[in-house]
C-alpha cells in the first residue's frame, strides 16, 4: 500500500469512526417504543392466559378436564393415585379459575396504568425501592 493510499484509508476510516458515533448518539428507534410493545405484549399474554384460565377446566372444548393424558400417566407414573382426583375435583377446577381471573384483573391494571408501566420500563420513574 502506497502512501498515499494509507492517508486515504486513515481519512476514510477516521470519518465512518466519527459517523458511527453520530449515529449512536441519535437514537435509531422511536423513543419509548421497545417499552411500549413490551407491556402491550404483557398484557395481551396475561389476557389470553386468564381466558384460557378461566374456560378450560369447565369447557369442553378443550377436552375433558379430569380426562387427560398427561394427568393419567403422572398419577400412574409418581404413585399417587390421589393426584389425578385432586386434579379432576371441582375444587381445583376453581383454583385454576381462580388464577385466570388473577391474569385478567393484571391485564386491566396494566392496561389502567399503562404509562407508568411503561415510565418504570424506561427507568424515568422510581420504584418506590430504596
Known amino acids: 500500500m502506497s502512501v498515499n493510499a494509507l492517508g486515504i484509508w486513515r481519512s476514510r476510516h477516521k470519518a465512518m469512526v466519527q459517523g458511527f458515533v453520530e449515529a449512536r448518539k441519535i437514537k ?9 410493545l413490551t407491556v402491550i ?12 384460565l378461566i ?13 387427560n393424558y398427561l394427568l ?8 399417587l393415585p390421589i393426584l389425578y ?4 375435583s371441582n375444587w381445583f377446577r376453581g383454583a385454576v379459575t381462580g388464577l ?7 391485564a386491566f391494571w396494566e392496561a389502567a396504568h399503562f404509562k407508568q408501566s411503561v415510565a418504570m420500563l424506561q427507568g424515568l420513574q422510581e420504584t418506590g425501592k430504596k
Do not use: H
Not at 435509531?28 to 411500549?36: A, H, I, P
Not at 393419567?72 to 404413585?79: C, K, L, P, Q, T
Open 85 to 88: 382426583t385432586t386434579v379432576a
Open 28 to 36: 435509531l428507534y422511536f423513543d419509548g417504543m421497545v417499552e411500549r
Open 55 to 67: 374456560l378450560a377446566p369447565w369447557d369442553t372444548v378443550f377436552g375433558r378436564w379430569g380426562e
Open 72 to 79: 393419567s400417566f403422572a398419577a400412574d407414573r409418581s404413585g
Open 100 to 106: 385466570g381471573v388473577l391474569n385478567l384483573i393484571i
Open 41 to 52: 405484549f404483557f398484557i395481551v399474554l396475561c389476557l389470553l392466559l386468564g381466558f384460557y
